[in-house]
């Protein structure tokens, strides 16, 4: 059975990888991340994660969505006008389609998702990213997606 990727979203955790950490140490945290949503039954956003693990939250880095909010790349196929927003759309070549689920382990979730966790367009963002407000339950996820070579 076909499984269309197009309409859907995507969360991809990132363990944020640096020089000091190695491929093993890379998975483990991207592992215990998958975990944890699976356990807890919700993408956390910032705020419940320092709450629940203030110790080992393995916070991303790169986060420009603030405590409240949840980062979600859309399907390369799906740019439209609100990711050319000038406001708030950091101007790069890359999106975050191409940095996330192209590359990682990643979450697949329905867009109904919307009914309960609205979009936030007026933060900071990447091209196809969307965040969206609070924790996501789990029961949006459709699918896990794992890259290949050459992507999805």
Not at 12 to 36: A, C, H
Not at 123 to 133: H, K, M, N, S, Y
Request: glycine share 2%.
């Amino acid at each position: 059975m076909p499984f269309n990727l197009e309409d859907k979203l995507f969360h991809t955790p990132v363990s944020n990888l640096n020089y000091r950490w190695t491929f093993e140490k890379d998975l483990e945290i991207k592992l215990l991340k998958l975990k944890r949503i699976f356990d807890s039954k919700k993408i956390m956003c910032r705020k419940s994660l320092l709450k629940l693990y203030p110790d080992n939250a393995y916070l991303s880095s790169k986060n420009n969505n603030g405590l409240n909010y949840v980062s979600l790349s859309k399907h390369i196929s799906q740019k439209a006008s609100e990711d050319k927003d000038s406001n708030n759309i950091i101007k790069s070549d890359e999106n975050a389609f191409e940095i996330y689920p192209w590359n990682d382990i990643s979450l697949v979730l329905n867009s109904d998702l919307y009914a309960e966790n609205p979009k936030h367009l007026e933060g900071t963002r990447i091209p196809l990213e969307v965040q969206v407000l609070g924790d996501i339950d789990i029961k949006y996820v459709e699918a896990i997606s794992i890259p290949a070579i050459l992507g999805i």
